[in-house]
């Protein structure tokens, strides 16, 4: 009678056992991720004063036959390679053939309601040297007026922007244009000391009032 009531309690301990054990291991299991939100539309962030408004820097155009620009997608070349519109010369210096300046240049498209501080460019030199003898020479907005026969400038920073970057600079001083007065027109005048040497543009945009 007392070896079945001793095989009664080692039968008990046990099922406690792992009853108790099985508690545990469900205790210790870490729980189920929380289910992740459903994606949502995010609305674009209006453009507010003092901002920077990106145009298109590849639609900058060669002011003439002596300057070459091109983007390639892959590598620009310079630097660590991040493309670009990289712009070379056929010819040294920051005059054209025909003495006029050097220059890549476009037409550009300003948010409507918004008047101009100024201008920022995003650029790199293929030199390596610092100060670098290759670099850009003017940042220019001009303003065709009506009748359009003429082009007021209205910017004109004459400063040799010779950081051989990677880097972003602001045109100086700020102004006050309002591109609702007419059409306005960008130019970047660039200064070769050789042929050889590329100026790779990655960014240009207007800083807002």
């Known amino acids: 009678m007392w070896r079945s009531h001793g095989r009664v309690l080692i039968i008990s301990a046990l099922a406690l056992l792992l009853l108790s054990g099985g508690a545990a291991g469900q205790a210790a299991k870490p729980e189920a991720p929380a289910p992740k939100p459903e994606m949502q539309a995010v609305t674009p962030e209006p453009v507010r004063p003092g901002k920077v408004y990106w145009l298109n820097h590849l639609d900058l155009l060669a002011g003439d036959d002596s300057v070459r620009t ?56 293929s030199t390596g040297k610092k100060p ?39 045109s100086k001083p700020a102004v006050e244009i309002d591109p609702a007065q007419g059409p306005l027109l960008l130019s970047l005048r660039v200064n070769f000391a050789d042929t050889k040497d590329r100026i790779v543009i990655r960014g240009v945009g207007l800083l807002l009032k």
């Open 70 to 125: 091109s983007h390639n997608a892959v590598t620009s070349g310079v630097g660590g390679g991040l493309a670009g519109l990289v712009i070379t010369s056929t010819t040294t210096g920051e005059t054209t053939a025909g003495g006029g300046n050097k220059v890549v240049w476009m037409a550009v498209e300003a948010p409507l309601g918004q008047r101009l501080a100024g201008v920022r460019v995003c650029y790199e030199y």
């Open 132 to 170: 670098s003898p290759t670099y850009i020479s003017q940042i220019r907005l001009a303003q065709v007026q009506t009748p359009p026969a003429t082009a007021l400038v209205l910017l004109d920073d004459g400063t040799d922007q010779t950081h051989p970057g990677p880097i972003c600079v602001n």
